[in-house]
Every structure is written in C-alpha cells, then in structure tokens.
C-alpha cells in the first residue's frame, strides 16, 4: 500500500465517522458499507466486502443512539480493510486467514473509539455552551465557527481511531502471524462462520417480542428458499 492509499483510507474513515451520528445520517458509516467503500478506494474491494460481511452483524444491536456510546464499529470496518490489504501482500498466509487474524486484532482495539468518542461528546457541549453566550451577544461568526469545530473534532476522532487500529494492529498481526496463521488457517471456516452466528445471536437477543424464534425460523426457511429458488 501507498501513502496515497492511507490518505483516501483517512479520507473514507473521516467521512464514514461523520456519518455516524455527527451529520449525512446517510449509512456509509455501516461496515458493510464502508469496509467495501474502503477497499475500493484503496485497490481491494473484496478484502473491504469480506470484512464488511463479517462484521455487519455483530454491532446491530448496538447502535450509537442518544446517549449509547458503543464500540466504533464503523473504524473497525475501516481499519481493518485497509489493515488486511497491507498485511495480505506481506504475510505468507492465505488473503481469508489473514482477514481473519485482522479482523480479531482490530475488534478489542475499536474500543479506542469509544474513548475518543465520549471526550468529542463533552468537548463538543462545551462548544454548544459557548455558542449559545455568542448567539446571545449576537456574534453569529462564531456560532458558525462553533458549529464547523464540532463536525472537525468528530471527524478527527475518526481518523485517530482508524490510524491506532492499523498502527497498533500491524504490530500485533506482525508478532502473532507467525504463531497463529498455520491455525487460522486450519480452522478459518469454523472462525468465518462464527462472525454471522454470533451476529445472529446478538440480533435475537435484542428482539423485544414473544415470537422471536418463530421470527428467526421463518426467516431462516425463507432465505433456505431463495437460496433453492435461485
């Protein structure tokens, strides 16, 4: 990878974190989004689809709402395209076993983005507590300019937590690949298929109805048929 890859990489993670909860709201910042988007940008658009795929599920059921700061999936989706391409085109493994590994390193690690994200929440209602004395005085400049810091510091969060998760994550892939590739390798469909299982998991447990076995049965048979049908 070039340095022109990490720059639109930077780029996407920027965006895709606006779009999160500070503005758009148009759902690029959803892995199976944004991990593709990524790797289009940078050159790899099937690494970004198989991470996406994996990794869509596990955080649906926690969503950042309100006052909810959950885990920055949205950086884990970014961070680990692009870490996968670059430890893809250096490491002995296949391209799924290292997803794979990337994909267990940058997870723990998008807890940094849950950091970064609540002191942009009370770096940002100190923003709002000063633009409500300038509105007062009339000084809409500043307002303005209030507004614009806000939108940056939730952008610059972003980038800081995608750079720690390929930073830090290319030093533990580097140490652990060695010791843990030939593993993965034996076992990466048994890992592949955990990720919609525990994502499944996780959605069940969120349904708030009577019938949420029913639910998942008719869906499951419903996806069994069109999958015969197709």
């Given at each position: 990878m070039t340095w022109a890859d990490y720059l639109f990489g930077a780029l996407v993670a920027a965006a895709a974190g606006l779009d999160r909860t500070a503005a758009f709201q148009l759902m690029i910042s959803r892995p199976i989004v944004c991990?593709?988007?990524?790797?289009?940008?940078?050159?790899?658009?099937?690494?970004?689809?198989?991470?996406?795929?994996?990794?869509?599920?596990?955080?649906?059921?926690?969503?950042?709402?309100?006052?909810?700061?959950?885990?920055?999936?949205?950086?884990?989706?970014v961070g680990a395209t692009m870490l996968s391409a670059a430890m893809a085109s250096v490491s002995a493994g296949s391209e799924t076993a290292v997803i794979l590994l990337c994909l267990l390193v940058?997870?723990?690690?998008?807890?940094?983005?849950?950091?970064?994200?609540?002191?942009?929440?009370?770096?940002?209602?100190?923003?709002?507590?000063?633009?409500?004395?300038?509105?007062?005085?009339?000084?809409?400049?500043?307002?303005?300019?209030?507004?614009?810091?806000?939108?940056?510091?939730?952008?610059?969060?972003?980038?800081?937590?995608?750079?720690?998760?390929?930073?830090?994550?290319?030093?533990?892939?580097s140490l652990l690949g060695p010791l843990v590739l030939g593993r993965i390798e034996a076992m990466n469909l048994w890992l592949a298929l955990a990720f919609p299982l525990v994502g499944t998991a996780v959605i069940l447990g969120t349904i708030n109805v009577s019938r949420a076995g029913t639910l998942f049965a008719a869906s499951f048979t419903t996806a069994l048929l069109l999958l015969w049908l197709l």
């Amino acid at each position: 990878m070039t340095w022109a890859d990490y720059l639109f990489g930077a780029l996407v993670a920027a965006a895709a974190g606006l779009d999160r909860t500070a503005a758009f709201q148009l759902m690029i910042s959803r892995p199976i989004v944004c991990a593709p988007l990524t790797g289009w940008v940078i050159g790899e658009p099937m690494i970004g689809l198989q991470v996406g795929a994996l990794v869509e599920l596990l955080w649906l059921g926690r969503l950042p709402v309100g006052a909810a700061v959950p885990p920055d999936d949205t950086q884990v989706a970014v961070g680990a395209t692009m870490l996968s391409a670059a430890m893809a085109s250096v490491s002995a493994g296949s391209e799924t076993a290292v997803i794979l590994l990337c994909l267990l390193v940058a997870m723990p690690l998008g807890k940094v983005g849950q950091i970064f994200d609540r002191r942009v929440r009370h770096y940002n209602a100190r923003l709002v507590r000063a633009a409500e004395r300038d509105l007062e005085s009339g000084q809409l400049e500043r307002v303005c300019r209030h507004h614009l810091k806000g939108l940056l510091s939730f952008g610059l969060a972003s980038v800081f937590t995608a750079a720690i998760i390929i930073v830090a994550g290319s030093l533990i892939v580097s140490l652990l690949g060695p010791l843990v590739l030939g593993r993965i390798e034996a076992m990466n469909l048994w890992l592949a298929l955990a990720f919609p299982l525990v994502g499944t998991a996780v959605i069940l447990g969120t349904i708030n109805v009577s019938r949420a076995g029913t639910l998942f049965a008719a869906s499951f048979t419903t996806a069994l048929l069109l999958l015969w049908l197709l």
